[in-house]
């Protein structure tokens, strides 16, 4: 009866040791992107901070995912430096 109850013991405790951690989908989504145009294909219009107000001389872009975590890690890519990297309409 014991050596049932340490086997069952000991297999639990392994099988504590394969957990992985799993990342939230804001994480996963936090991602640098090579260019615009790979950043395009997840974020149609750009990614902004919240807050941000395109520049342009025409009509501005307003639907961008906003974002301040993913804009961070592509902020080389705001070349008018509104807060906004990649924006198109």
């Known amino acids: 009866m014991l050596r049932q109850i340490t086997t069952a013991v000991c297999t639990v405790a392994i099988a504590g040791v394969g957990v ?3 990342t939230s ?3 996963a989504a936090s991602k640098t992107y090579k260019n615009c145009t790979a950043l395009n294909k997840d974020y ?8 941000a ?3 342009t001389s025409g009509t501005p872009v307003t ?3 906003r974002s ?5 890690k592509n902020k080389k890519s705001d070349r008018d430096k509104d807060g906004i990297a ?3 309409k």
């Open 53 to 55: 107000k395109d520049k």
């Open 86 to 88: 990649c924006e198109k």
């Open 68 to 72: 301040a975590k993913i804009y961070k």
């Open 44 to 51: 149609k219009h750009g990614v902004g901070k919240p807050g």
């Open 20 to 22: 992985v951690a799993v």
């Open 63 to 65: 639907n961008f995912k």
């Open 25 to 27: 989908p804001a994480e």
